[in-house]
């Protein structure tokens, strides 16, 4: 089951696709402008989205079975993904149509009904876009925060398509409104490949941001004492639960329940530094010569200390 806090921001953002969808479809079929009919589009795209996004949460949120050992949380990386891809088709069709409309002029219908119904429709999603944000960066859902970005998106769209239809209507230069829906096109194509992207990262177990892994760093080397010292350190994420793993070198003679003390030390503060964080810690003797080649990560961690974005070690083999 979707927990509470996240069931309820998407449901409410399912709602508002529904609405707004009504009210920008009667916006355009009174006006026949391609610009809200683009606007209209996007509504669309944002409901199929909504549903997409509310059944990765409930798939999300199953436990961790004996094919998914890390849990199910990376599938909110696909539904971000099919997001962006979706936004990317609107963004096509609402192209091609406008490029239509250019060579083949249409007359428009009286404008003043069509904007009214669209900014009340605007006006809706720009509060959901605000209780899905705020959501989403609360629990550290990329589902929330995704749905939440393309529904803002979609309101400085609307804001744009009305103003430019305002032109139209107080102009008469109707040549204004599929430039318009180009114009929003772009918007929209740009804002689908972000999505995109970063579901690609996600998918990929791209690093958590360099703040972050400073983060990590820093709680593991309070910790350490004399003759000891770290690397190797992985890190990634899967929808709202991050990951870290890293080699400890110790001293050979600590006994099994000194260096597991030592990792329940650690463990505790690098939670403490990352919410919603699984830390997996792999205990070395430090002396031993080949635990310093025991990852293809090592010359990475090299070259960065080379050029002084990491302290240098404590102990060297």
Not at 154 to 163: E, I, M, P, Q, R
Not at 188 to 214: C, K, V
Not at 243 to 253: A, K, S, T, W
Request: proline share 5%; charged share 20%.
């Amino acid at each position: 089951m979707v927990e509470t806090h996240l069931k309820y921001p998407i449901l409410l953002s399912i709602l508002a696709a529904v609405f707004t969808l009504a009210l920008k479809s009667a916006a355009y079929f009174l006006t026949s402008s391609v610009g809200l009919l683009s606007d209209a589009v996007e509504s669309l795209v944002n409901l199929v989205a909504a549903v997409t996004a509310y059944f990765s949460l409930r798939y999300a949120a199953r436990p961790v079975d004996e094919s998914h050992t890390y849990g199910h949380e990376k599938i909110e990386f696909f539904s971000s993904g099919l997001e962006g891809m979706l936004i990317v088709a609107a963004a096509a069709a609402i192209a091609w149509y406008a490029v239509q409309r250019l060579f083949a002029p249409q007359p428009l219908q009286p404008l003043g009904p069509g904007l009214a119904i669209s900014l009340s429709a605007s006006l809706l999603n720009g509060v959901t876009a605000v209780v899905l944000l705020r959501a989403g960066r609360r629990y550290g859902s990329i589902v929330l925060e995704a749905d939440g970005w393309h529904l803002l998106t979609d309101v400085w769209t609307s804001a744009a398509v009305l103003g430019g239809l305002s032109l139209v209507w107080l102009t008469g230069v109707q040549l204004l409104d599929p430039l318009i829906a180009l114009a929003v096109a772009a918007n929209i194509l740009w804002t689908g490949f972000g999505l995109i992207r970063r579901s690609f990262d996600g998918l990929m177990d791209r690093a958590l941001p360099p703040q972050e892994q400073a983060a990590v760093r820093s709680a593991i080397e309070q910790h350490l004492g004399p003759n000891m010292d770290y690397h190797a350190l992985r890190t990634r994420r899967a929808g709202r639960r991050r990951f870290v793993d890293f080699h400890l070198l110790v001293p050979g003679r600590l006994t099994v329940q000194e260096a597991h003390t030592l990792t329940g030390w650690i463990e505790e503060s690098v939670r403490g530094a990352l919410p919603d964080l699984e830390v997996t810690v792999h205990i070395e003797p430090i002396e031993d010569r080949a635990s310093w080649r025991d990852s293809a990560l090592l010359p990475l961690e090299e070259a960065r200390r080379a050029r002084g974005e990491m302290d240098a070690p404590s102990s060297s083999s």
